[in-house]
């Protein structure tokens, strides 16, 4: 830091500048300069300051000789930045992380001033968070704060009633915006699992506009899996005074009111309502469930004649309502992506029976895909992992004739189930010979023996590799597919045609997720966007679209820090 600012010119070292004319006045052959006699703290404390002047003058010394074209007035280029003029350090400044600046504005009373240039602050708002409105111009046009608001948040509100609610753009600044408003709440930004029991839910926190609106993302009405995902805001935060964020929560049909947000942990935030009435509806709770209905299912209690899926429904609006004054939330990521992957990893929007609607990620683990749980029901929480595909054991379907035939597919499957039985025995009675092995060896002689572990085992999961990717190459491009006889579907319009399947086993258990157990059934690929799993135990198909919505700051980081966050949610599902 001592370097760097007698690099500027400025610093705790107050002869730089005195000594730095000397140097210029030597260098002109004025001879009969005085030396420098002021007294830097640091030199007085010892010997590191004497350093870092050696070395600033050093690199000072490294500089290329300028140009004649390119020197001063005196013929001589600038020493420091503060001889640059201010235009190029509002350039400079404006492309450095926002998060440096404070520390940059404690330099000197020039950098201050300069970085109070809203330029510098619009420029760091747009590169970090995708903030590109003037705010300038939003008071007089309302564009873009109207489009957020008044057409996606809450379609019926006037005109002038918006105009009341407008935060006083005229007067604030994009250094209030960013570090107020952007910088402050950046750790709730991404994509997140609400704690509401065994249903999850997904929710997106992105700057959008002048607000940081946190979305809810909700499936299509069941069955309609190939419809695209509803949306609705549950929180929202934005400037409504300079200097001063305001939290509202969104919950409700009677606008925004006053709400909170608490970060909790790492990776982990709640918010609260402070205005619960705003959540309760004039005809009471029967009100409130009949337009819940309407809302998660499209369509009324009349309309569902299941016995069953009705007491399912009122099961999940007397559960989910308990946490509409108070939530937490746990960061979740989408899965990374390989170029051996089968299809792109992703969301998934699956039918459940009864239970309607659910989101899976599919993420890839080698020879393995899993499908987890992000949202839930009663039976299977969200977190749990719903569906595992063995990616080395394919499966030849038979002709579509005998595909009818339910007796035919299990025969196949349960062939396949006990090969893999088998191959699990035999994994493990070879692991226990080389612990074994290992264990009463010599450490010199372990070493070869472990490395020849080592490459056996490379070499059988190349020559499963490849006999899977032979096996793939075999397969069709596409073939013939239909579900057998006595197998029950909620959505009847599935493919009819298919690229590839695999053995799987899926999780099965009763209410409350008792007696989980996991059963054999069949995975099947359709194409990039939609797959499909018979479940053998259940005699049912359920069928998944890809969720084709672009979520922001979703990516996770590392691939380690993907499966401790997979890791983390089935822990607290179970």
């Not at 809810?216 to 609705?232: A, E, G, Q, S």
Request: proline share 7%.
């Amino acid at each position: 830091m001592a370097v760097c600012a007698r690099l500027c010119g400025v610093g705790p070292a107050r002869g730089c500048r005195r000594r730095g004319a000397a140097r210029e006045q030597r260098r002109g052959g004025a001879g009969d300069s005085e030396p420098d006699t002021d007294t830097d703290p640091e030199e007085a404390g010892g010997g590191g300051a004497v350093e870092d002047e050696e070395v600033a003058e050093r690199i000072e010394g490294e500089r290329p000789a300028p140009h004649p074209a390119e020197a001063g007035p005196v013929g001589r280029a600038p020493l420091s930045l503060l001889e640059l003029p201010p235009e190029l350090l509002v350039q400079i400044f404006g492309s450095l992380p926002g998060t440096d600046l404070p520390s940059l504005a404690r330099v000197c009373t020039t950098f201050r001033r300069i970085l109070r240039t809203d330029t510098i602050w619009r420029r760091r708002c747009r590169e970090e968070y995708g903030v590109c409105e003037n705010l300038r111009k939003l008071e007089v046009t309302g564009v873009s704060c109207r489009d957020v608001y008044a057409k996606r948040i809450n379609p019926r509100v006037k005109s002038g009633r918006f105009m009341k609610i407008l935060p006083d753009y005229e007067h604030m600044e994009y250094r209030d915006v960013y570090t107020c408003l952007l910088h402050r709440y950046r750790h709730i930004l991404g994509l997140w699992q609400p704690d509401i029991g065994p249903y999850g839910g997904l929710l997106n926190v992105v700057v959008d506009g002048l607000f940081i609106i946190g979305w809810m993302y909700l499936p299509p009405h069941d069955p309609h899996v190939d419809d695209p995902m509803r949306f609705k805001p549950l929180f929202r935060i934005h400037l409504m005074e300079r200097k001063c964020a305001t939290v509202e929560c969104m919950y409700g049909h009677k606008g925004p009111h006053n709400g909170h947000i608490q970060i909790v942990k790492k990776d982990e935030f709640s918010t609260k309502c402070n205005q619960t009435d705003h959540h309760r509806m004039s005809g009471g709770r029967q009100e409130e469930f009949r337009t819940w209905l309407r809302e998660e299912w499209g369509r009324t209690l009349e309309d569902i004649f299941h016995e069953h899926m009705q007491e399912l429904i009122l099961m999940k609006f007397i559960y989910t309502s308990q946490y509409d004054n108070c939530l937490t939330y746990r960061r979740i990521y989408l899965p990374p992506s390989s170029p051996d992957d089968l299809i792109k990893p992703g969301l998934f929007k699956g039918t459940y029976g009864s239970h309607g609607l659910e989101i899976v990620m599919l993420s890839f683990h080698g020879k393995k895909a899993k499908g987890t749980k992000i949202t839930g029901d009663p039976n299977i929480p969200a977190g749990q992992q719903t569906v595992e595909i063995d990616l080395a054991h394919p499966l030849q379907l038979p002709d579509v004739e005998n595909l009818r035939d339910f007796s035919e597919l299990s025969r196949i499957v349960l062939e396949v189930q006990e090969q893999v039985r088998r191959e699990e025995q035999e994994e493990e009675h070879r692991q226990e010979d080389e612990d074994c092995s290992q264990h009463a060896a010599s450490q010199p002689a372990a070493k070869p023996l472990g490395g020849g572990g080592g490459g056996e085992g490379a070499e059988g999961e190349e020559t499963a590799a490849g006999a899977e990717g032979t096996t793939q190459d075999k397969a069709p491009a596409s073939q013939p597919f239909v579900l057998p006889m006595g197998v029950i579907s909620r959505n009847e319009d599935y493919p009819r045609t298919c690229r590839i399947c695999f053995y799987g086993t899926g999780l099965i258990a009763g209410h409350g997720f008792t007696s989980p157990e996991r059963t054999p059934g069949v995975f099947v690929l359709f194409d990039d966007d939609r797959f499909g799993f018979i479940w053998l135990e259940l005699k049912s198909f359920s069928l998944y679209s890809r969720i084709k919505v672009s979520f922001q700051n979703a990516e996770a980081p590392s691939r380690e820090a993907f499966d401790e966050m997979l890791k983390n949610i089935q822990s607290l599902a179970t």
